[in-house]
């Protein structure tokens, strides 16, 4: 399988140098410019010269959703707006949105790196690539247009055009690679499947997903129906956008390009930094960014990493697939579903704690939303009749609040906490 930089197969020691360097003319940069890291270094005493290996970069505080809001629109820009050739800003699906920023080099970056996510899931210039993402300011289809015509694919920006007309495009363009979020791909399966279109009428071979949490029973619907391979990749604007890491044709693991961003993986709780194969929140710095450099920005996003070897030849190391995120901040039917609102409202009940844990299924669409709430240790778990009025109470009082049914499950005190720990 073709790897398209001699980046992607570098020894560990080699890419551990690259981040070095990169690394320390980031912080140094980002010292001089941003006032923002200026103030956050010196008062942790960190003098952005004296770090001298990567070990060192846990010693740096991190990087937060808040800080970047504090300091829109550009407070964390790198350069003055002049340098500036391109503003986007991320999707504000959880939160606000930001307003990120482009020198030419980075567009240039980006690009490269969206065309290695490309050539990884096995897209060549012979393909024809439909992009079903919003053309706008979140950075999705852009971001994936620059990177397949960079391959010298053909591209067909589709944008959010309805999903009938996309699959009429799909059939007469003779479309082979779909770039979309997973549940316009459910919708496009659903609507296949129930006009009994078959997938032969269909020259599809790859569905490039991302933009938002699927499991792999999703992943086995979309491949079956389709008669297709569908692959995951992961970005977010504030780092870059996609490009950041991909799923190669293995399926064991997403790649992440180190030689352009440093991930550690963090316990949400402490802090600390985690070992391989350990599940905690993403936390990735940018060495090649000029305009927007992030240090140490944490995600949200919860995933382990794996740096054993990939059957692919790729050396970069591996994230496991992302499907759930610290906030875990749900739009569900066009509404945001806030945690601190299910909190509050969890408080306000009797007998129940604020620990929850908000689970969507999406093994068949996103059409479940489902709370585990954990009971206080004052009622006991076998006094059924006791436990179905409060279950319905919750459920009536959560009704209320968001204007929909959802689902809830009372479990033992402390088993939120367990899985937590347990990161499963
Ligand atoms: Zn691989």
Redesign the pocket.
């Known amino acids: 399988m073709p790897i398209r930089d001699k980046n992607e197969v570098l020894k560990r020691e080699d890419i551990q140098q690259i981040q070095l360097e990169r690394l320390q003319a980031t912080l140094n940069r980002v010292y001089r410019n941003v006032s923002f890291y200026q103030n956050l270094f010196n008062k942790a005493g960190i003098d952005p010269e004296k770090i001298d290996s990567l070990s060192e970069l846990s010693k740096i505080p991190f990087t937060t959703k808040d800080s970047l809001l504090q300091n829109q629109p550009y407070g964390m820009f790198a350069l003055p707006l002049r340098e500036v050739v391109r503003l986007q800003s991320s999707s504000g699906t959880t939160r606000e949105p930001i307003v990120v920023g482009y020198t030419q080099n980075d567009i240039e970056h980006w690009t490269e790196l969206v065309a290695r996510v490309l050539v990884a899931v096995g897209v060549t210039r012979e393909d024809v690539v439909q992009i079903s993402f919003d053309y706008g300011l979140f950075t999705g289809a852009l971001g994936f247009h620059y990177g397949a015509e960079r391959v010298g694919a053909t591209v067909i920006p589709c944008s959010r055009l309805e999903a009938e007309k996309q699959i009429s495009i799909m059939k007469n363009y003779r479309t082979t690679v779909l770039i979309c979020s997973p549940s316009f791909a459910l919708h496009v399966v659903d609507i296949i499947s129930k006009r009994g279109i078959s997938p032969a009428e269909f020259t599809l071979r790859i569905a490039l997903l991302g933009s938002e949490p699927w499991s792999e029973a999703v992943r086995k619907e979309i491949e079956d129906v389709l008669h297709i391979t569908a692959l995951d990749n992961y970005g977010l604007s504030e780092i870059i956008g996609p490009g950041v890491s991909v799923e ?1 044709q ?1 399926k064991n693991g997403l ?1 992440i390009f180190e030689d352009h961003f440093i991930p550690e993986i963090i316990d949400p709780e402490t802090g600390q930094n985690l070992s391989d194969g350990e599940t905690g929140e993403l936390v990735l710095t940018t060495i090649t960014k000029e305009a927007f450099p992030m240090i140490r920005y944490r995600t949200g996003d919860l995933t382990g990493l794996d740096h054993s070897r ?1 059957p ?1 030849g ?1 050396t970069m190391v591996r994230m496991s697939r992302v499907f759930e995120r610290t906030d875990d901040v749900v739009i569900f039917q066009g509404i945001k579903v806030i945690p601190s609102r299910i909190e509050q409202i969890l408080a306000e009940i009797e007998s129940t704690k604020p620990h929850y844990r908000l689970k969507v299924d999406r093994t068949r669409s996103l059409e479940e939303l489902e709370v585990w709430v954990e009971i206080s240790d004052n009622i006991f778990f076998d006094e059924v009749k006791k436990l179905n009025a409060l279950r319905e109470k919750i459920e009536k009082k959560l009704e209320e609040a968001f204007g929909f049914f959802i689902r809830v499950k009372l479990v033992e005190p402390m088993s939120i906490q367990k899985w937590r720990n347990s990161g499963t």
Do not use: A, I, S, Y
């Open positions: 190669c293995e790649h990939c692919c790729r």
